[in-house]
């Protein structure tokens, strides 16, 4: 499974990969392919509670375009990594809705989830290459293309 979703991810070669949409997965390896490695791992030791799950969903046009569901374990490393499927991938009404349906999903398939984090594939971008990372956020969410649902204590202090 090498590829930039692993490397941003600092992923254990024992980590498990599950059920992955392979068209999500291959959009997310394009968006994440010039991502220092380690990034995504930095935010998820500082945002994900241990064992619990974190969900990103990226969208294009209020559709889902690529997803990543990152499993902790109770000492807070990644132990699995998924994409969403099924109906919480296609729900219909908007990013809001969307968003809503996958954190269900992921409650359903892989326990607590502690960050729900969706935005526009713009701002996704846009933050991938942000120096200051809460900048671009606040950024996406005043041009109303965030939903973050839900946000652990930490993220809400790193925002304010």
């Not at 990644?78 to 968003?99: D, F, L, N, R, W």
């Not at 996958?102 to 996704?124: E, N, R």
Request: net charge negative; hydrophobic share 55%.
């Amino acid at each position: 499974m090498p590829g930039p979703i692993v490397y941003a991810l600092a992923l254990d070669p024992n980590a498990a990969l599950r059920d992955v949409d392979h068209a999500q997965w291959a959009n997310l390896e394009a968006l994440l392919g010039d991502t220092a490695p380690g990034d995504l791992a930095a935010a998820v030791r500082a945002f994900v509670s241990a064992g619990s799950s974190a969900v990103i969903g990226i969208f294009d046009d209020n559709l889902l375009w690529a997803s990543l569901v990152v499993s902790v374990d109770n000492s807070g490393k990644p132990a699995s990594v998924s994409t969403i499927h099924g109906q919480a991938a296609e729900a219909p009404g908007g990013m809001a809705k969307a968003a809503g349906e996958a954190v269900k999903w992921v409650q359903a398939h892989h326990g607590p989830c502690s960050l729900g984090f969706f935005v526009d594939k713009v701002h996704a971008e846009a933050l991938l290459r942000a120096a200051d990372k809460a900048a671009a956020i606040r950024s996406a969410s005043a041009s109303g293309a965030l939903v973050l649902s839900p946000v652990p204590p930490a993220l809400a202090l790193a925002l304010a």
